[in-house]
Each structure stands twice: as structure tokens, then as C-alpha cells.
């Protein structure tokens, strides 16, 4: 008998790659899945990639219907996951795909969710400094959102080396299953096929206040952040192009040397070699950030360009990855750093 794992949401973008990544898993044994208006209808119609999961029928997402198992991954909307956590036994690995937890500070999570906040659990980025001993043994898990785990990734070995100005100018690109599978009227085919659009602009997107406190974490001191998302026409792939002030005589050694020294023995994190950038075809379906970093010497910048497949890394990866250190597992099972190309 494997490690029984729940997934409520699966019918949706991120419950499917759960569910992607734990069918290769060698630990894991899928349970129950749960959806919403969807409940009652076969995950074949909805995960049709998921073959060997096309005859499982939905059930309603309920605490009755999530009993049961030993881990359970919520993969539902913003502010359904707190009510439902608080009802899931306190000795069950819950990993939320969501945003509930992942706030310190209630005042943000008011502002920028515009509801009370839930609480405040441990952050699955395993990547950032102290977080594999906070994971260790967790029972509650908040994956990260998807840009995020860009960004963070992107600029804290610049901030734990104290190479960079806490002030920070992002552009990220994404892919339109970052917005779910819910039909938008701007995620239209026709509105996306060969356009590239900016969205939340001015500072107000949901995930601002998640890289400061990531990135302030970090620093030792608060970071501002101005964070410009698009919306580019394709299904998966964040692309994150940071930038921040270099500290007086910071070169393209000395950051290079600390990105090189952050990620050296990283399973999942990799620097590029020199003159090659990343794109976010060399990490598609792979729990992968790959990262290149330049000192802009006119514009006195560092600047660090990120990719990672929002789906792998950016949800259901991470989402793994972070079990894995709760339940005790190597860090790197049932996960591939293998990407689909071209
Ligand atoms: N897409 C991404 O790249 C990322 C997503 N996430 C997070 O994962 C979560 C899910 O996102 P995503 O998969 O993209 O969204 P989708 O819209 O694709 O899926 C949402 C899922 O939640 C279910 N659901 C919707 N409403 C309810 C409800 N009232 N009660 C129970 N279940 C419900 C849906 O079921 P039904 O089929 O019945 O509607 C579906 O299974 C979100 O919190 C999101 O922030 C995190 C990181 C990245
Ligand atoms: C392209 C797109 O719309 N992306 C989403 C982010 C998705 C995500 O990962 O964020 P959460 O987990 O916080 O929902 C957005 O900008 O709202």
C-alpha cells in the first residue's frame, strides 16, 4: 500500500498536474478526487491525458468525501481551501495549490483578496533559505503562486549576497492555463492567438505581496517590488525578466559567483551557462527553473531572466517536491527535471 493521496479540484488546470506528476510517482496511491459543478461526471472527460484515471468519477468536495488518506492536495479556487482545511484531521499532509496560506500578513491578504484571512502555513518553496528543515515533517503545506516562484527564485541569491538595492522591477510573461480553466473572455482564443497583453498593472496583482515577502525575507529589510504581468499565447511557461540596482562595486562576476554558489546542488534550480538564456520551452512539463544572470553596467542593473513551466514547477511539481520533504521521501521522487522540446 502506497501513501494515499486525496486531490480536491481535479477537474481543474493545477489538479490535473497534481495528478500527472502522482500517477509517475512511485509512493503514491491516487484517492478520492473531488471537483465542483463538475462532481458526479467522469475525470475522462475533463483530464483526457490522464488515461489511467479516465473512469474515476468526481465526487462533491466535502470533509466526509477527503477522509480517508494520508496526504490531500487542494487544487481549488482562492478562499475555499481555509473553511474546508480547518475540517481535514490534523495528522493529514494538506498541500494547498492555493493562495490561503501562503500571506504572513492578514492586512495584505485583505487588500489584495479582498476576504478574512485564513492563517498562515509553511511555504513550499524548498529552494529559499531554512525552508527544507520547515517542511520537514509538515503537516500543512502552501505551495507558492506561479510567479512567485519565479521571481523569488530569480533574485534571492542577489538579496542572501547582498549584491542588490531592495528595489525591484519585474516583467513576466505567462501562459493562459495560469488563469485556470474557467472561461474568461479575455483568455478567448481569438483574444490571446498572436497577441501579447499586459494585465494587473500599477502594483495591484494578487502576487506582489508574495515576492516582498519572499524577497524582504530574504534581505533583512523591506524590498518594493513593481510587478508587470502579460498574458502571452501560449497553454504553459512563465518567463520573468527581474531587475534590480546593483550595490557599488558589484560585477558580473560577483553575481554570477553568488547564483553559482545558490544553486550549486540544486536538484531543480539551474544557472545556465554563460551567453545562454532561458525560454520557456526548455522547461515544459519539468519541475525546472532555469535562470541566466547579466549586470546591465550602463543601467548599473542586475538582470535576471527566469523560466519555469507554471504548471510543474510553478504548481503541481512544487507541490510534490514539498511532500516529499513533509512525508520524509527524497526530495527528488516521482519528479523529472526532463523538459518536452521542441
Ligand atoms: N493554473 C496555474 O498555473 C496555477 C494555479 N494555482 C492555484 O490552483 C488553484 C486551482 O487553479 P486552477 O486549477 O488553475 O483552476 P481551474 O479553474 O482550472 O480549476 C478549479 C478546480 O476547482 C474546482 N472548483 C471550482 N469551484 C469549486 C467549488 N465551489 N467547490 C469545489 N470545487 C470547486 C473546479 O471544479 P469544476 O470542474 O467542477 O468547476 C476545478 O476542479 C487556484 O487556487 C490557483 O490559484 C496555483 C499555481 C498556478
Ligand atoms: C495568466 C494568469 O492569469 N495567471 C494568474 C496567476 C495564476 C497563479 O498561479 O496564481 P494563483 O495560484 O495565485 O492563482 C493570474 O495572473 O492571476
Known amino acids: 500500500m502506497g501513501i494515499k493521496a486525496a486531490v480536491a479540484g481535479a477537474s481543474g488546470y493545477?489538479?490535473?498536474?497534481?495528478?500527472?506528476?502522482?500517477?509517475?510517482?512511485?509512493?503514491?496511491?491516487?484517492?478520492?478526487?473531488?471537483?465542483?459543478?463538475?462532481?458526479?461526471?467522469?475525470?475522462?472527460?475533463?483530464?483526457?491525458?490522464?488515461?489511467?484515471l479516465a473512469d474515476r468519477v468526481l465526487a462533491e468536495t466535502t470533509p466526509e468525501e477527503l477522509a480517508g488518506h494520508d496526504?490531500?492536495?487542494?487544487?481549488?479556487?482562492?478562499?475555499?481551501?481555509?473553511?474546508?482545511?480547518?475540517?481535514?484531521?490534523?495528522?493529514?499532509?494538506?498541500?494547498?495549490?492555493?493562495?490561503?496560506?501562503?500571506?504572513?500578513?492578514?492586512?495584505?491578504?485583505?487588500e489584495f483578496y479582498g476576504s478574512p484571512h485564513a492563517g498562515t502555513w509553511p511555504y513550499g518553496l524548498p529552494e529559499l533559505p531554512g525552508q527544507r528543515e520547515a517542511l520537514a515533517g509538515a503537516t500543512r503545506i502552501a505551495v507558492p503562486g506561479c510567479y512567485p516562484t519565479a521571481?523569488?527564485?530569480?533574485?534571492?541569491?542577489?538579496?542572501?549576497?547582498?549584491?542588490v538595492e531592495p528595489d525591484v522591477v519585474v516583467v513576466a510573461a505567462s501562459g493562459t492555463s495560469g488563469a485556470g480553466r474557467a472561461l474568461k473572455p479575455h483568455l478567448l482564443g481569438s483574444e490571446v492567438m498572436g497577441s501579447v497583453a499586459a494585465y494587473g498593472?500599477?502594483?495591484?496583482?494578487?502576487?506582489?505581496?508574495?515576492?516582498?515577502?519572499?524577497?524582504?525575507?530574504?534581505?533583512?529589510?523591506?524590498?518594493t517590488v513593481s510587478f508587470t504581468p502579460t498574458l502571452a499565447p501560449m497553454s504553459r511557461g512563465i518567463l520573468a525578466t527581474c531587475t534590480a540596482r546593483t550595490r557599488p562595486?558589484?560585477?558580473?562576476?560577483?553575481?554570477?559567483?553568488?547564483?553559482?554558489?545558490?544553486?550549486?546542488?540544486?536538484?531543480?534550480?539551474?544557472?545556465?551557462?554563460?551567453?545562454?538564456?532561458?525560454?520557456?520551452?526548455?522547461?515544459?512539463?519539468?519541475?525546472?527553473?532555469?535562470?541566466?544572470?547579466?549586470h546591465d553596467e550602463r543601467a548599473g542593473r542586475a538582470?535576471?531572466?527566469?523560466?519555469?513551466?507554471?504548471?510543474?514547477?510553478?504548481?503541481?511539481?512544487?507541490?510534490?517536491?514539498?511532500?516529499?520533504?513533509?512525508l520524509g521521501l527524497p526530495e527528488e521522487l516521482g519528479l523529472t527535471t526532463i523538459g518536452v522540446s521542441p
Open 14 to 52: 493545477a489538479g490535473g498536474e497534481v495528478l500527472r506528476i502522482l500517477a509517475g510517482h512511485p509512493e503514491f496511491e491516487i484517492g478520492t478526487l473531488t471537483a465542483g459543478s463538475s462532481a458526479g461526471t467522469l475525470m475522462g472527460a475533463h483530464q483526457p491525458h490522464l488515461r489511467l
Open 71 to 110: 496526504v490531500v492536495f487542494l487544487a481549488l479556487p482562492h478562499g475555499r481551501s481555509g473553511p474546508l482545511a480547518e475540517r481535514l484531521g490534523r495528522d493529514v499532509l494538506v498541500v494547498d495549490c492555493g493562495a490561503d496560506f501562503r500571506l504572513a500578513d492578514a492586512a495584505d491578504w485583505t
Open 151 to 163: 521571481v523569488t527564485l530569480a533574485l534571492y541569491p542577489a538579496f542572501l549576497a547582498g549584491l
Open 201 to 223: 498593472v500599477g502594483g495591484v496583482h494578487r502576487h506582489t505581496p508574495e515576492m516582498i515577502q519572499n524577497l524582504s525575507g530574504v534581505a533583512g529589510e523591506p524590498v
Open 249 to 294: 562595486g558589484v560585477t558580473a562576476e560577483t553575481l554570477r559567483d553568488a547564483y553559482g554558489l545558490a544553486y550549486d546542488g540544486e536538484p531543480f534550480v539551474g544557472l545556465l551557462p554563460e551567453g545562454q538564456w532561458p525560454a520557456t520551452s526548455m522547461t515544459l512539463g519539468a519541475n525546472t527553473a532555469l535562470v541566466q544572470v547579466a
Open 303 to 326: 538582470v535576471v531572466v527566469v523560466a519555469i513551466d507554471n504548471l510543474t514547477k510553478g504548481t503541481g511539481g512544487g507541490a510534490v517536491q514539498s511532500a516529499n520533504l513533509a
